[in-house]
């Protein structure tokens, strides 16, 4: 069955230090999201993307956040400088298209950030 | 106030039980989805819902629109069913972004 990856699956990093974290989403599919889980809290929504370019964001990810799909498979998000409050779990997700129903969405196994 | 409120917030039960939790949520949505987290932290979606019921082997999710609930029953309750239930919530059309409950870490003791 297909499956969305992620990499690394575990990261640690210095405060200050910019982090590159990797999904590969379902092949045929078009959407994608980045959420976040700080340890011992409620999964949270940062940004989906379609089309090449962000179509929602939330409060938390603001200019030190950056996503990207470099090379049509890959889908990376950024953050430039981190903080110790980014350490948390980070979830990709996708679905297999933007439109007017609902689709199941598809979870990679997440990575989880230590910032030290 | 939580956009999606889940009950109970833990909850232990023996082998073989049946096992209620449930999703409340103030916002009009167009689809609820019913996950589970393990302990090692990868999140798996269980059933996605917009209407009635639906049922995969021992798992049964319902949802009643108009009174804006949910509930996922497990019935016959193994130990391997331990983990933390999430309810989370399409709002609209726009994005198909997920709300997130707290989640309900379930144990079950053989």
């Known amino acids: 069955e297909p499956e969305v990856t992620q990499t690394p699956s575990h990261q640690v990093t210095q405060m200050g230090q910019e982090v590159i974290l990797r999904c590969v989403p379902i092949s045929n599919h078009l959407y994608f999201y980045w959420y976040r889980q700080i340890l011992g809290q409620k999964v949270e929504f940062l940004v989906s993307f379609y089309n090449n370019e962000i179509s929602e964001k939330s409060e938390i990810f603001d200019d030190q956040f950056s996503v990207e799909r470099p090379d049509g498979s890959n889908f990376t998000l950024k953050i430039r400088s981190t903080k110790l409050e980014d350490s948390a779990m980070y979830f990709c997700?996708?679905?297999?298209?933007?439109?007017?129903?609902?689709?199941?969405?598809?979870f990679g196994p997440g990575t989880r950030l230590t910032v030290t | 106030k939580n956009e999606v409120e889940q009950s109970p917030q833990n909850l232990t039960a023996q082998e073989g039980e049946f096992i209620t939790i449930n999703c409340s949520y103030s916002?009009?949505?167009?689809?609820l989805h019913w996950l589970q987290q393990h302990p090692g932290g990868g999140i798996v979606s269980l059933f996605m819902l917009s209407s009635g019921k639906k049922k995969h082997g021992r798992l049964i999710a319902t949802i009643n629109i108009q009174e804006k609930h949910s509930s996922l029953h497990i019935t016959a309750s193994h130990p391997r069913d331990s983990a933390v239930y999430i309810c989370?919530?399409?709002?609209?059309?726009?994005?198909?972004?997920?709300?997130f409950g707290a989640g309900t870490i379930l144990r079950v003791k053989s």
């Open positions: 997700a996708s679905i297999p298209l933007y439109g007017s129903r609902s689709y199941e969405q598809y």
């Open positions: 989370a919530v399409i709002r609209g059309e726009y994005g198909n972004k997920l709300v």
């Open positions: 916002v009009g949505i167009s689809a």
